[in-house]
């Protein structure tokens, strides 16, 4: 049998001019990013964890020795082309934001304060309701929710205009607001335009400013696990508007251990029991989500994972009764540094029991950070390369990774990484690695 790959090169226009990357929710994530792509433009530190500027590509078989960088193989937007600008109900600037979270210390924020602080905050659309545990100050005076959508519409425009911005992303680093379901006004963009007239009850401010940059012609990605890029409304404008959008959930600490350990398991048919998380962790993040509103919300998108990993329909006897549990809670003491651990409860052959305990004492923003700037760069490729709709090869950054077809996404990291370094591939016009025997 000849198997014949259906190559889907794409015409990828360079990345020419500014890139202007436009960040709701100004807090320790977005703080972090800026600085951290701040002090590698200055050659400061490098941009570790960021696999768009550090990794390599192999291209062809491997005795070609072909394996470029991934930034020297596709065109993406240079560090020094970035401008960056936001929205935030409470940090005026992006360094005072920075200061509040605490993440970044001393010596490393000095070098960068200036420019951090030049990145003003826009007065953001937001509503209490959404996010309980924050009192904004700097929001915008519009009662109407279309209003409010304009607002945002000029805002980008503005920040495009005065910037001398080429192009525009924008990635959700705003805090994960209550749990919701999709109803009726997220059926359509008709349904949503008419809801947004209407005040409805039931559009949260992300869905105003996902729809607003769309349509500003402006890709979208959701690093919160808000439903935003989720609702057939918004997808529907994507493609309408041939914008790509991607979500959610940024795949940062515990949940990017766990898609790491679980795939290495089911690869030895090794039996799962149960799963217990729970985090301690002392930011605002935590504090937003130790409102329970807002933590349902978290813990939907972190559940999903274990179950698209070790498919319980397919080995039952394996993965077919496994407790998984995920906790989270506001200890202030720690800030940023959250703690996270698993007990894993695991069984192998004639099924004797074993566990494996993992304690992950990490950086949440210091993992998160270069997920902002790949998905930044990414999504202006994609929208370069003439993409829209859901971008499912960037699963790879996302807990909750919404899939572009009828089938769920891949959780499995090794499987999501394979799938964007192949996308890549294909796009360059490139054969896909498929490590059999004779690649
Ligand atoms: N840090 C991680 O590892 C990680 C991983 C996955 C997801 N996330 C998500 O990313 C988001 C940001 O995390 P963080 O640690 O920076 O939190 P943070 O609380 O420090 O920052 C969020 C900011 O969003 C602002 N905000 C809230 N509603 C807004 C609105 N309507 N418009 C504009 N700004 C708004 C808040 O004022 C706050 O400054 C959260 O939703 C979090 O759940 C973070």
Redesign the pocket.
């Known amino acids: 049998m000849t198997y014949v790959h259906h190559m889907t090169t794409h015409n990828i226009t360079p990345a020419r001019g500014r890139l202007g990357v436009l960040l ?9 990013f800026m600085a951290g792509v701040m002090a590698a433009r200055r050659g400061i530190h490098p941009p570790i964890g960021s696999v768009s500027q550090m990794a390599n590509i192999r291209l062809g078989r491997r005795e070609e020795d072909r394996n470029p960088l991934i930034r020297d193989f596709v065109s993406l937007a240079s560090l020094d082309d970035l401008v960056f600008g ?6 005026p600037n992006a360094m005072e ?1 920075a200061k ?2 605490g993440v970044l210390q001393g010596g490393d924020l000095e070098e960068v304060a200036k420019e951090l602080e030049g990145v003003v ?1 826009m007065e ?4 209490e309701e ?2 309980s545990r ?1 009192s ?1 100050v700097r929001v915008k005076a519009i009662p109407n929710k279309w209003d409010q959508a304009v607002a945002l519409i000029d805002d980008i425009n503005r920040f495009r205009e005065e910037n001398e911005c080429d192009r525009l992303v924008m990635v ?6 209550a749990y919701q379901e999709p109803s009726a006004v997220h059926a359509s963009v008709a349904a949503f335009e008419q809801g947004l007239k209407d005040n409805d009850g039931n559009i949260a ?2 869905q105003i ?1 996902a729809y607003a940059a769309l349509q500003c012609d402006v890709p979208f990605a959701n ?4 439903l935003t890029t989720d609702l057939d409304c918004v997808v529907e404008l994507s493609k309408q508007r041939k914008v790509p959008i991607a979500g959610k ?5 515990q ?1 990017l251990m766990k898609t790491i350990l679980a795939p290495g398991l089911k690869a030895r048919m090794l039996g799962l029991r149960g799963w217990y998380s729970t985090n301690i962790l002392g ?3 935590g ?3 130790d409102a329970p509103e807002n933590f349902k919300t ?1 813990e939907m998108s972190k559940l999903g994972v274990l179950g698209g990993i070790l498919q319980p329909e397919v080995y039952p006897d394996l993965y077919g009764n496994i407790d998984h549990v995920v906790r989270i809670n506001y200890y202030p003491p720690r800030g ?1 540094n ?1 703690e996270g651990w698993d007990a894993i409860d695991i069984f192998g052959w004639l099924g004797y029991e074993m566990q494996i305990k993992v304690d992950f004492l990490c950086r ?2 210091i ?2 950070a270069p ?1 902002v700037l790949d998905l930044a760069l990414f999504m202006d490729l994609a929208h370069r390369a003439g993409e829209s709709g859901v971008q499912e090869w960037l699963s790879f950054y996302f ?1 909750a990774p919404q899939a572009a077809g009828a089938r769920d996404a891949e959780q499995d990291v090794f499987i999501q990484q394979t799938k964007l370094k192949n996308t890549l591939r294909e796009w360059m016009g490139e054969e896909p690695v498929t490590h059999s025997e004779v690649g």
Request: proline share 7%; charged share 20%; hydrophobic share 40%.
């Open positions: 709701p929710g100004m807090g320790a994530v977005a703080s972090t936001g929205w935030d109900p409470i940090s934001a509040t979270a905050a953001a659309v937001f509503d959404w996010v924050l904004g959700w680093c705003g805090s994960t607001e401010p992300s400013y690093g919160a696990p808000n959930d940024f795949k940062t600490g949940t930011n605002r993040d504090e937003v989500l978290k940023d959250k949440d923003s993992l998160a997920i807990k």
